[in-house]
């Protein structure tokens, strides 16, 4: 591992965050770190600390709650993280557009997809959508498509699948 | 104010305009059909004299909600959908949605395949910078620069024409490898053009890099320091215009990049001129791949074998690429089935503009059409 990475690592852990290796070849991405709302801020903190930019924020809509993705990556060297925060009851998520700037549109863009609030956003109107579909929230599962967070889960491929499939098709 | 007419310093040392009160300021609107917004962008500025006090980004006009599109069909049938969001560089994209499936799905690519997808996605960068060059030079009122560049666009367009049959919005790579093999009539255009084009460098430099208006117009206009790109999220050339040598292609090699010896041209300053620099070296960057890949290509199979019904397996998986813009990241989360459950597409122009408000204030406003056309912005990719 990369010593700025590792670093990296143990900052986050000296914060109490637990963060999972991946395999990148499977993955595209090296860590994962499943967090706490509660977290997220000081996450970002240390990220920004350590020189890591923000990819992008995104969302997921699961049981039992919706999702906000982050990632971020370096500059310097091939080191990739996926955060996975889900909101809180009242469909609320800290904003960290005061720490990363570039997080302004894509919390934004967020809220008009699945309208989660980001508490203390600066500007949180409408993007994409137009101002009157402010309501719309577009990419939210109907009940009977929603699955649970855990059955999305990464699963390492089961090796006798594929030859049960070759032998089919064979 | 001083001379405002021909003198660098007073970029730098203007007085700052928000002390003014405000009952002088008025709205503009710049877009959303504005010629220099390059699409359906509106930029709401707010003015003082020619003096922009703030300006603020306004999108959406051209939202078709991909990533929707993406949830509702079949993932095959989505890939024309790829090369309809950076209609200026559609191959990378094409690039990343195949190779996020085949991580996903663990599916062998013949070599061959991957030299073609990189000759090809190197061809289509070439394209998207000429584009670029014929473009912000006509933003800034130079007329003569895009007759010759898209002269020069127009040699590739032909040649990409030829293998994926499109001229714009390619849907050529597939799951597995690519759906025409390249010919020997494919091989020696691509060299000639390689030879066409280096020597068509000289007439760039002439017309443009050295071009003193061209300068004044660029130099220390829109600085971006390697702080603002981090808290930004800014990539691509406009990140290594402010000296930072990030590529997905070295950073994170995909494909077949790693058999090639090139580098990554990088700016000192940051400003609109470094910009320009960087997209300019790096044409001459991308023939360098294009003329090794085209020693190295190997024979074989263009296309892999891939199952016909592909059943994903669960989980979540990731693709970065670096798209002509920058980077392009595939974040699929994946339930099963042949559906994603969720496609997120990061992309970008849209990071990249983001930083737009902070970088123009203070900013005459011809200075700000230099500054976001060397940001290099494209409309449907920012509103997908």
């Excluded at chain 1, 996926?82 to 960290?96: C, F, L």
């Excluded at chain 2, 990343?96 to 991957?114: D, K, M």
């Excluded at chain 2, 263009?302 to 690429?321: E, I, N, Q, R, Y």
Aim: hydrophobic residues 40%; glycine residues 8%.
């Amino acid at each position: 591992m990369h010593p700025a990475t590792e670093k990296l690592v143990s900052a986050l852990k000296e914060l109490s965050i637990q963060v999972d290796n991946c395999n990148y070849e499977e993955r595209g991405y090296h860590f994962e770190i499943d967090l706490e709302a509660d977290k997220l801020r000081v996450l970002a903190e240390c990220m920004l600390a350590q020189e890591m930019f923000l990819g992008f924020v995104g969302g997921l809509h699961v049981k039992p709650a919706i999702e906000i993705v982050y990632q971020f990556a370096s500059f310097e060297r091939a080191c990739r993280f996926v955060v996975r925060v889900p909101v809180a009851a009242d469909n609320s998520i800290p904003t960290i557009s005061d720490i990363y700037q570039g997080a302004n549109w894509h919390e934004r863009e967020t809220r008009d997809f699945y309208g989660v609030n980001f508490t203390d956003h600066p500007n949180l109107v409408p993007l994409l959508l137009a101002e009157e579909d402010v309501d719309l929230k577009p990419l939210l599962k109907k009940d009977e498509d929603l699955k649970e967070s855990a059955e999305l889960r990464w699963a390492a491929p089961v090796e006798e699948k594929p030859e049960a499939e070759k032998a089919e098709q064979g | 104010m001083g001379n405002l007419v021909g003198d660098n310093a007073v970029h730098v040392d203007l007085e700052p305009v928000t002390d003014i009160p405000n009952d002088n300021h008025f709205y503009l609107n710049m877009g959303p059909q504005h010629p220099s917004t390059h699409g359906v962008l509106r930029v709401l500025l707010e003015m003082d004299g020619e003096y922009v006090v703030e300006a603020q980004p306004v999108l959406g006009y051209g939202h078709r909600m991909q990533e929707k599109m993406a949830e509702h069909k079949n993932w095959m049938a989505f890939m024309p959908n790829t090369g309809r969001m950076d209609y200026a560089a559609a191959l990378p994209y094409n690039h990343g949605y195949v190779a996020l499936f085949e991580r996903l799905c663990g599916i062998e690519v013949p070599a061959r395949a991957e030299y073609i997808r990189v000759i090809t996605s190197e061809l289509n960068r070439i394209v998207s910078h000429h584009l670029w060059i014929g473009a912000m030079l006509l933003d800034m009122g130079a007329f003569t620069p895009i007759l010759y560049t898209f002269d020069d666009r127009e040699q590739v367009l032909d040649i990409l024409e030829d293998v994926t049959g499109s001229r714009l919005t390619y849907c050529y790579f597939r799951v597995g490898g690519v759906c025409k093999d390249i010919d020997d009539k494919f091989i020696e255009k691509t060299r000639a053009f390689i030879k066409r084009q280096r020597e068509r460098f000289t007439i760039y430099n002439d017309l443009i890099t050295g071009n003193i208006i061209f300068i004044k117009r660029t130099e220390g206009v829109g600085i971006i320091s390697p702080d603002m790109a981090r808290r930004y999220g800014i990539t691509g050339p406009v990140l290594r215009g402010s000296g930072i040598a990030y590529d997905v292609r070295k950073n994170e090699p995909y494909s077949v990049y790693p058999n090639f010896d090139f580098e990554i041209p990088v700016g000192q300053n940051g400003d609109s001129y470094d910009r320009y620099m960087v997209r300019l070296l790096e044409i001459e960057q991308s023939l360098r791949i294009i003329e090794q890949a085209l020693d190295q290509l190997p024979e074989g199979p263009f296309l892999g074998k891939a199952p016909k019904k592909m059943k994903m397996p669960t989980g979540d998986c990731s693709f970065t690429v670096e798209a002509a813009r920058g980077e392009l990241t595939y974040y699929l989360v994946s339930g099963g089935g042949d559906i994603p459950y969720r496609l997120k597409i990061r992309v970008p122009s849209y990071s990249n503009l983001s930083v737009l408000p902070e970088l123009c204030q203070s900013m005459l406003l011809s200075d700000l059409v230099a500054a976001m056309g060397s940001m290099d912005l494209v409309i449907p990719e920012i509103d997908r």
